[in-house]
């Protein structure tokens, strides 16, 4: 069992930074892969980012490419999104979530654990 919770959510202006972290109990962090995933008003679940265990190979949307950076630090079960260039476009709920599989999967069906969420809302 893994527990996900995230925070670093907020109000920002477009065209500023933010970074959201992922923290995850448990022992065994370091052999799930990690993703992030949003979901805006209206819209389904997307995928933003993800990050395997091992080695940390990295995948992004094309939407956030460039712009977003997903990194994880084992030794403090954390997982986290850097994102920059905010657009208003970016407004969304954030999730983090926990995969047993070793690559990463941009399906959200995929994942075993989510956590709860936390809100990003880009003003002009």
């Known amino acids: 069992q893994v527990q996900l919770v995230e925070s670093g959510g907020g109000l920002v202006q477009a065209g500023t930074s933010l970074r959201l972290s992922c923290a995850a109990s448990?022992?065994?962090?370091?052999?799930?892969?990690m993703g992030w995933f949003r979901q805006a008003p209206g819209k389904e679940r997307e995928f933003v980012a993800g990050i395997s265990r091992g080695v940390g190979s990295t995948s992004y949307a094309d939407s956030v490419k460039g712009r977003f950076t997903i990194s994880r630090d084992n030794a403090k079960n954390t997982v986290y999104l850097q994102m920059n260039s905010l657009k208003l476009e970016d407004t969304a709920v954030y999730y983090c979530?926990?995969?047993?599989?070793?690559?990463?999967?941009?399906?959200?069906?995929?994942?075993?654990?989510w956590g709860q969420g936390t809100q990003v809302t880009v003003s002009s």
């Open positions: 979530a926990a995969d047993r599989q070793f690559y990463i999967s941009r399906s959200s069906a995929e994942y075993d654990y």
């Open positions: 448990g022992r065994t962090f370091s052999s799930y892969a």
